[in-house]
């Protein structure tokens, strides 16, 4: 069964800092694996996904990578804003199963 | 992308009612699954939803309890039976919109039981 820890689970920041978001997952057996960030009250929004055969993926001023043997993840996210303040969730899609399963998440808040 | 929506956003319900989430999307989609996000905790999948066949559920979910319907590749029902106060949480829907691509999210359904 695979599980998927998030650390740190909350992060408080000024504003300006480059973060590192950390997500490891127990079955490397991955399809791919997606990274999300939630509103309070709201749903997912998808940010970035990264198949089993890449090693990262950029959008902006996120970069996520992927080390699927080790079953890490990492979200990097630069001169972070007030506005990145949310909940970032890790979840890599079973290539077995198909199936995502989530960690518990980042809660960020990135100070003005 | 496709655009997901779900109705209702909230709603607040007595215990041993029933009700019936809708879940919308603005294109055809193969895979429709169901989640769960209890207070605190992260997202749980309850079942996946492909239309012309039952639906999927995980384990510890069964379908007297959350029956689902998919009756053609835009729309699908979850219904929470016979509700209690631990029913209490987000029931978000999401689709996939081809195999290997981003799974995307409804704004979920805010749902609390006296």
């Known amino acids: 069964k695979q599980e998927v820890t998030q650390i740190p689970a909350a992060l408080s920041v000024p504003e300006g800092e480059n973060l590192v978001l950390n997500c490891s997952f127990t079955?490397?057996?991955?399809?791919?694996l997606q990274w999300f960030r939630q509103d309070p009250g709201k749903g997912l929004t998808s940010l970035l996904l990264?198949?089993?055969?890449?090693r990262e993926q950029t959008s902006g001023r996120l970069n996520a990578s992927l080390d699927k043997s080790s079953g890490r993840s990492t979200l990097y996210i630069a001169a972070s804003q007030p506005g990145d303040s949310a909940t970032y969730l890790c979840a890599p899609l079973g290539g077995s199963n198909y199936k995502l399963t989530f960690g518990k998440g980042t809660l960020l808040t990135v100070n003005p | 992308s496709a655009v997901i929506s779900q109705k209702p956003s909230r709603d607040i319900c007595q215990r041993g009612t029933s009700l019936t989430i809708q879940c919308q999307v603005d294109s055809q989609v193969t895979m429709m699954f169901w989640y769960r996000q209890q207070p605190g905790q992260s997202l749980t999948l309850i079942a996946t939803a492909n239309q012309g066949s039952e639906a999927t559920y995980e384990s510890g979910f069964v379908i007297d309890k959350f029956p689902i319907s998919r009756p053609n590749l835009t729309f699908s029902t979850l219904t929470v039976s016979n509700m209690s106060p631990e029913d209490s949480s987000i029931y978000l829907c999401?689709?996939?919109?081809?195999?290997?691509?981003?799974?995307?999210f409804g704004d979920g359904t805010r749902l609390s039981i006296l």
């Open positions: 990264i198949q089993s055969s890449q």
């Open positions: 999401s689709v996939e919109d081809s195999e290997g691509l981003p799974q995307h």
């Open positions: 079955d490397s057996a991955i399809y791919n």
